[in-house]
């Protein structure tokens, strides 16, 4: 079975500034995929950045950013230029590659305040 | 339509009762998910549609909960006998074919209470 630990339960930024969420998650699966959520109050989990763990290069969106680590099984995010729309909750998820593969294994959350 | 929708936004319900949430998937989606999430948790799977049929069940936590989609669009999650601990959001997701590492893209959600 898969783990996904977020050991930050809430940060805050100021507004502009950058900050970095952890995620480190447990599998002995040798591919998989792995992706971060934002959930701002309106419940909707919104896509924020997707990485396939067969890949070297860490994805980048906009101002979004991973320092994905497999050999240390981290996978955290780096937020840039922070805004008031980025307070949200974000969580971190796993899905193993392969037929049979649809679950998504999250993280309980990280809860982030940008200040202005 | 543009998104996931479900409804209700919220249901409130008493213990002992049966409740029907409902899940419009992203128009062309063959695959489409059910999970739940407690206060203070990440999401956790119930169930996996491919098209009319239910693929992996494994994440239901007992057989008072039920979901269907009979047309392969629509999905809808029953609950029977209703217990103060069903009460949580309920999250759908829909993904265009349910390939290897297709993104899930999630609804809003239902919250519910049970009183």
């Known amino acids: 079975a898969q783990t996904v630990t977020q050991s930050q339960p809430e940060m805050s930024v100021q507004e502009a500034e950058t900050v970095t969420l952890s995620c480190t998650y447990d599998t002995s699966e040798s591919n998989y995929y792995l992706f971060w959520y934002k959930q701002p109050p309106s419940r909707q989990m919104i896509l924020v950045i997707r990485q396939e763990a067969y890949k070297q290069q860490n994805a980048t969106e906009n101002r979004f950013s991973v320092n994905f680590q497999k050999a240390a099984k981290s996978f955290s995010l780096k937020i840039s230029d922070s805004q008031l729309g980025d307070t949200a909750m974000y969580f971190c998820?796993?899905?193993?590659?392969?037929?049979?593969?649809?679950?998504?294994?999250f993280g309980k959350g990280t809860k982030l305040s940008v200040i202005p | 339509g543009a998104g996931v929708s479900q409804t209700p936004s919220n249901k409130v319900t008493e213990k002992g009762k049966y409740v029907e949430l409902r899940c419009d998937p992203i128009s062309g989606h063959t695959a489409l998910y059910w999970y739940r999430q407690s206060l203070g948790q990440g999401p956790e799977f119930l169930i996996y549609?491919?098209?009319?049929?239910?693929?992996?069940d494994s994440g239901l936590p007992n057989d008072r909960f039920f979901a269907v989609r009979p047309e392969g669009s629509v999905s809808t999650l029953k609950i029977q006998r209703t217990e103060r601990g069903d009460s949580a959001v309920y999250l759908c997701?829909?993904?265009?074919?349910?390939?290897?590492?297709?993104?899930?893209?999630f609804g809003p959600g239902t919250r519910l209470l049970v009183l």
């Open positions: 549609f491919q098209g009319t049929g239910a693929a992996d």
């Open positions: 998820a796993f899905i193993p590659s392969g037929a049979g593969s649809y679950q998504l294994t």
């Open positions: 997701a829909s993904s265009p074919l349910g390939a290897d590492g297709e993104t899930q893209y």
